[in-house]
């Protein structure tokens, strides 16, 4: 594919050659941490692409770690949807696979050590209370009246948490940090909750889970990982992940990098909003290709190489900014003109008899790509009855309608010269047979008389052609920034899906799932990997020719 051979250079690329250079580290060691909480989205793509590829040119390692101390809200689907996302996208990870909850047995030991030298401590405050005590950005907080417990009581509390004698909500472990910090983080965080919930790892061995903060650095040190990248909304939280560290007995210190995340125009790229989605039955399924997620793009037709070259080509930056749509499909457009096969598919067909082809079917022989005779031809079935497109036919029209016209003549793609002589329609008005002749002295050639005919038009042949059913994807929101609207549910795009019934040449008929072909003058297309099948064919539309987003006036 035309993946640009360069390596991408960002400020945290730059970070690790200062620490190379410096020695301050001999090797690097990333990792993507993902929630167990919903499917990868293309936000996701970036920050894979970011660690695994920094891993990848520097020699180093990259883990993939679930970051699962959420047990409700995770399930084991995503942990394997995880993976193979991963890999798709052409990574392989180092190791074995790791699990926060790998860690449980460490991060409470850890929690202990902070209980002994004084620095945590069992709170009894209701969440309420808690989110009142905890003050504003202008305002400190209070003290909450447990904050002083003992050492002895504290421990005893906390066993008692972890032995399931405490029910949800009514006692949490806090970090004793600084009730009027400026950064709300670190206002006594809550570090471990409890939670009667059976966990996708670790079954019903614990009642007691670590939050996010106090998990990710140690997980981090111990997996020996030298530069822990997120994205910026952590960025007051890097001093709580520090604050850990610094105060528990383990002996590497991560460091924590930001960068701003991968907003995309006209989506959502929230987990929770993505998972409404698809509860609520508003797309069909996580894998839906009008779906921004890895496993969307992907049934949608995207390559993994189209989607590493969008982020090597958007960047890793600290400046928040919103993509517009047209630079992902630009990535999948330069990759599929190169390397996609050409076939001829009719999406809403109208009947073409040539009166003066007698005979029996006749098979052409097509090239396969237009610049690339490697790719080879292929053979395609010409017959008395085609179809051709409704919209390539108009009884009458200027001279820059450039197909077929009522007494006038167009070429069929990689076959002979027509010409249109009557119509035949129903009792609508519908255009239901246009009744042409054929010139056979056109195949591959100009008229010999010297006649130019300008205008070239796809068809396949009626007698082999074969009925498919093709799926037409527009953006999902009408908004660019559905995000931001009240509710994100009412600016959905009701005509985000089209569905229609073509016929593919039948070359189309052994296409493998998500193998794209360009449907010649329509767009690049691929068969559906969940529902086609020999006897009900299925193409998605990937992406058209054309940038059809472009905007007016541009
Ligand atoms: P959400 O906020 O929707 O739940 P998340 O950020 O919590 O998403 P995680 O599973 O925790 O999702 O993300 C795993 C990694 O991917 C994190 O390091 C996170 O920063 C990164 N990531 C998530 N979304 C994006 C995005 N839009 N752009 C870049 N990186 C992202
Ligand atoms: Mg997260």
């Known amino acids: 594919m035309s993946e640009s051979e360069a390596r991408p250079t960002n400020f945290i690329r730059q970070i690790i050659d200062t620490d190379l250079a410096s020695g301050k580290h001999t090797s690097i060691h990333t990792r993507f941490p993902p929630e167990p909480n919903g499917y990868l989205h293309i936000g996701h793509a970036k920050s894979i692409c970011l660690n695994f590829g920094i891993a990848q040119d520097y020699q180093g390692q990259c883990n993939l770690r679930f970051d699962d101390t959420n047990p409700e809200k995770e399930d084991i689907e995503y942990v394997e949807s995880i993976k193979n996302d991963v890999n798709w996208l052409g990574f392989e990870w180092s190791g074995e696979i790791c699990y926060s909850s790998n860690y449980f047995d460490q991060l409470h030991g850890f929690a202990i050590e902070l209980i002994n030298k004084g620095l945590a401590y069992v709170d009894e405050l209701s969440p309420e209370q ?23 009581e504290n421990l005893a509390l906390f066993e008692k948490m972890k032995n399931g004698e405490v029910e949800e909500g009514k006692m949490c472990l806090r970090a004793k940090i600084d009730m009027a910090s400026p950064f709300m983080v670190m206002r006594d965080p809550v570090i471990y909750r409890v939670r009667f919930a059976n966990h996708h790892q670790t079954g019903d061995k614990w009642c007691i889970y670590p939050m996010y903060d106090f998990t990710h650095c140690i997980s981090d040190a111990l997996e020996g990982i030298t530069h822990s990248i997120c994205t910026l909304e952590f960025m007051d939280n890097r001093r709580l992940y520090d604050w850990v560290l610094e105060n528990i007995t383990i002996d590497c210190t991560p460091h924590q990098y930001e960068f701003s995340r991968l907003n995309l125009e006209y989506t959502v790229m929230s987990k929770r909003k993505l998972n409404q989605l698809v509860t609520d039955k508003l797309v069909n399924g996580w894998d839906d290709p009008r779906m921004p997620t890895i496993s969307g793009l ?17 960047g890793v930056t600290k400046q928040d900014n919103t993509i517009e749509i047209s630079s992902l499909e630009s990535c999948i457009r330069d990759d599929l003109n190169e390397n996609a096969s050409r076939a001829m598919a009719v999406l809403d067909p109208v009947k073409v008899v040539i009166e003066n082809f007698d005979g029996e079917t006749e098979t052409l022989m097509v090239a396969n790509h237009p610049n690339k ?7 395609v079935p010409f017959s008395r009855e085609l179809y051709i497109e409704g919209e390539d036919f108009r009884e009458e029209a200027n001279k820059k309608y450039k197909r077929l016209v009522l007494g006038k ?29 054929y010139d056979k002295d056109t195949l591959g050639k100009n008229p010999a008389d010297g ?26 929101f009408t908004v660019p920034n559905p995000g931001a609207a009240d509710d994100f549910v009412s600016v959905i795009n009701p005509e985000s899906l089209t569905v229609l019934h073509g016929f593919i040449e039948p ?48």
């Not at 006649?451 to 999902?476: C, F, P, T």
């Open 130 to 152: 808690m989110r009142e005590y905890r003050g504003t950005l202008t305002q400190a907080g209070k003290h909450s009246p447990y904050r002083d417990r003992s050492v002895e």
């Open 298 to 314: 992907r049934r949608r037709g995207f390559t993994p190489g189209s989607m590493r070259e969008f982020c090597k080509r958007i």
């Open 373 to 379: 005779p490697e790719m080879g031809t292929r053979e």
């Open 409 to 437: 003549e167009v070429r069929l793609r990689g076959a002979y010269v027509i010409q249109a002589e009557r119509i035949e329609k129903d009792a609508e008005g519908n255009i239901t047979t246009i009744y042409c002749t």
């Open 451 to 476: 006649r130019k005919v300008k205008g070239v038009i796809h068809w396949v042949s009626a007698e082999a052609g074969i009925a498919a059913e093709i799926r037409l994807y527009d953006r999902l």
């Open 507 to 554: 070359s189309l008929v052994t296409a493998e799932a998500e193998k794209a072909y360009q449907f010649e003058r329509i767009g690049y297309f691929c068969a559906d990997n969940k529902d086609s099948s020999a006897d009900h064919l299925v193409f998605n539309r990937t992406v058209g020719l054309r940038d059809t987003w472009a905007k007016i006036g541009d």
